[in-house]
Structures are given as C-alpha cells and as structure tokens.
C-alpha cells in the first residue's frame, strides 16, 4: 500500500513539474557533483547561463558537464537575456544578449561569443523570408552601426561600424547581401562562399535593390545599373532595368536591349526584348535566346529574321507565324520548316504535328531532328535533315 502510494505521489510529481525544471535539476545535481555550487539563471537548448557570486557566465551544456567546461566560462555579465525571433512558419532564430556596465555583446544560439560586451546595442537581422536565413548581428556605436557574420567557429566584422543604418537585403544558400545606409545613400556589402572576403558596392546610390538574387538594382543621378555578387555587370545609363531568367532587359529613350554574363548581347533599339522561355531547355552554358519585336514585326535575335506576326516557343525551337501561316526554327540548326502549315502545335514534350487542309501532314521529333511524312496513301516515310544525315556519315 505504502508503495503505491509513493508511486502515485511520484507520477504527480512527473506531471505536474515542467519539463525545463526536470532537466535544471538534472544539470544542477551534475554540476553539484563535480563541485560546483553556481546557481543556474538559465538552461535552453545546449546553452547553460551561470550566477556565481551575482556575476553571470554562459558555457555550451551538451548534456554531460565537467570540470573542464569552466575554463570556457567567464563570469563578468551583469545581465544575460534570451532574444527569440519568429515569423509565420519560419525557424526560430535565437541568441543570448550580455549586458556589462549598460554595454552589450552576445552569443548565438549554440552558445558561441558572437562579441564582448563593448557596443551600445546588439541586434539579430535576418531575412524573415528566408527559411535559410543565416545570422547577422548588428552592433551599434553611439550613432553608427556595424555587422558581425560567422566564419568557422568565430565572429568576424562583416560591416565595419561606421553606418547609419543596416538590414539583411536577402540571401540564398551561398550569399548573403547586408544593405547600409550612409549620409542618405544605400550600398551593400555582399558575403559569398564563392569569394574570398567581401565584395562591396559603395554606398553612393539613391536606390538599392535585389529584384531576383544574384541581381542588385542600383539608381544614382535618375539612371539604372546592375551588380551581381562579384561586380557591376550593367552601367548605370539606362531608364529601366529588368532582370529576365539569366539576363537583364535594359530601357533606353523607350526601345529596349539585353545583357548576359556583363555583355550587352542584343543592343538598344527595339520594341520589345524578351528571353525566350526555359522550355527550349538550354544548359547553363548555352547562350540565351531573345524574341525581338520592332514595328509590329518579330524575330529572334541572332536567329529567326524579324518579318513574322508573332513566334511561340516550344521545346528546343519556334514556331513562327506569318499572314495567318506557320513555320519552324530550330535553336541550333536554323530554319527547318517554311511559314507554309495552317497549325504547328505540341503533341508531346519534343514532338510537333504539322496541318495543313485539315490533315496532319508532318511530325516532328525535335531531338532528333526526325520528320514524318505522311501521304494521301498513308504512306509514312522518315525524312532527315541533311545536317543530321551528314553526322551519320550517309550520302
């Protein structure tokens, strides 16, 4: 009976005590028996925060504790806070403020310093859209602020501290783009795993911008100019600048051009630039494609001349259309058909069918550059084109 009773009073106490009070009396027992006697302010995650004496220590507690761990702890702190972020559905991004003598410093989540205390403020900035978000820390001066950014196991200054104002622009997997603003004017420092230190853009500009990362949008005297994460890839003379898929669509005195990899690729001049659409499936190697329109009339740069009513893109070509006619190019082997088809359309993801008087007179295969033919007999033979038939060696 005596012991049931004592089971029962047990279970009680299971439930009725908090899960993070069970595990501080775990670690308060173990610290007791390697004869330590601070009394703990706070226990979260792996990060263990100490009073010994009214001053305050943090040491990383990984569920095991020995003597050892005290050489890592310094007990200084005056205050020790828990900050926590959270946004929508996104992770929760935690640090540890320190406060001495009203100055700040911190450590990150795992426990690691992010700084002495020795700046007025300390602030986590981070991408709230990002789910990926790395951490930034911003500490201010008097009326000027700086970044701090991880690098292996330390923090190093990513921003010196002599801005009036910071934030996180965005980032992705490998970069990160931290905005400032200095005297009124914005630039960016740009951290990257593909670089060694950073790459900075001066804060000169009216405007910054990221658009669609890599690209950063930049506006200085009422004229536009695009940076990536390595240098300026567009001079600042345009109107308007538009990322586009891999290029930048650039506005001059209403008539449009495009840029790839830092060259302008079709020059100023037309209606309308747009990049033809990823279903022509290039490689990242492959130069884009560009519909061109000027006059009511269009083309593809480089490619289709400019004298069709409209062009569609389909898988590796385009289907051209002219006084109510259709034809096709190929993006490597050029014309393949002549605007003389009353449909062109898709009948699978590389294949076309060709109409004309209500028949399907042709099908092709535009990966292996194959057309059917079909006759009034239902007669079906397989033509190549001469480009092809040369690469097998047949005459």
């Known amino acids: 009976m005596k012991k049931s009773i004592f089971l029962f009073i047990a279970f009680l106490f299971l439930i009725i005590t908090p899960v993070s009070a069970l595990q501080e009396n775990e670690v308060y027992e173990q610290l007791k028996r390697n004869g330590i006697d601070d009394k703990i302010e706070l226990y979260y995650n792996d990060?263990?925060?100490?009073?010994?004496?009214?001053?305050?220590?943090?040491?990383?507690?990984?569920?095991?504790?020995?003597?050892?761990?005290?050489?890592?702890?310094?007990?200084?702190?005056?205050?020790?806070?828990?900050?926590?972020?959270?946004?929508?559905?996104?992770?929760?991004?935690?640090?540890?403020k320190t406060t001495k003598n009203n100055q700040h410093g911190g450590y990150d989540s795992l426990g690691d310093l992010i700084c002495p205390p020795a700046y007025d403020d300390i602030k986590l900035a981070w991408d709230k859209n990002d789910n990926y978000a790395r951490e930034i820390f911003v500490v201010s001066k008097g009326n000027k602020k700086g970044a701090l950014r991880r690098k292996e196991q330390n923090y190093i200054f990513a921003v010196p501290i002599m801005f009036d104002d910071i934030s996180l622009g965005a980032q992705n997997n490998s970069e990160y783009y931290i905005v400032v603003t200095q005297n009124e004017k914005k630039g960016m420092y740009i951290s990257t795993d593909r670089s060694t230190g950073l790459v900075t853009i001066p804060a000169v500009f009216d405007e910054i911008t990221i658009p669609n990362v890599?690209?950063?949008?930049?506006?200085?005297?009422?004229?536009?100019?695009?940076?990536?994460?390595?240098?300026?890839?567009?001079?600042?003379?345009?109107?308007?600048?538009?990322?586009?898929?891999?290029?930048?669509?650039?506005?001059?005195?209403?008539q449009q051009g495009a840029y790839h990899d830092g060259i302008l690729t079709v020059p100023v001049g037309y209606d309308e630039v747009r990049e033809a659409d990823a279903i022509l499936s290039f490689s990242n190697t492959d130069e884009p494609k560009y519909i061109v329109k000027k006059s009511?009339?269009?083309?593809?740069?480089?490619?289709?001349?400019?004298?069709?009513n409209s062009i569609e893109t389909v898988h590796r070509g385009f289907i051209t259309e002219k006084n109510g006619k259709f034809g096709l190019y190929h993006i490597t082997k050029g014309k393949l058909l002549n605007p003389e088809y009353d449909k062109i359309y898709s009948t699978s993801n590389t294949k076309l069918a060709c109409e004309k008087n209500g028949k399907v007179v042709k099908e092709i295969d535009m990966n292996m550059l194959s057309v059917r033919e079909k006759t009034e007999e239902s007669f079906m033979k397989i033509l190549f084109f001469p480009l092809f038939i040369g690469t097998l060696g047949l005459h």
Not at 297 to 307: A, D, I, S, W
């Open 47 to 96: 990060v263990l925060v100490l009073n010994r004496n009214g001053k305050l220590g943090v040491i990383k507690y990984s569920g095991t504790y020995d003597n050892s761990n005290l050489l890592t702890v310094n007990y200084e702190y005056d205050k020790v806070e828990k900050i926590t972020e959270k946004t929508g559905n996104y992770s929760e991004k935690v640090f540890y």
């Open 296 to 308: 009511n009339t269009y083309g593809v740069y480089n490619l289709v001349p400019r004298e069709f």
């Open 214 to 254: 890599p690209f950063i949008v930049v506006k200085q005297f009422g004229k536009y100019g695009v940076y990536n994460w390595n240098s300026q890839i567009v001079p600042i003379i345009y109107d308007k600048v538009t990322p586009s898929g891999r290029s930048i669509i650039v506005t001059q005195n209403n």
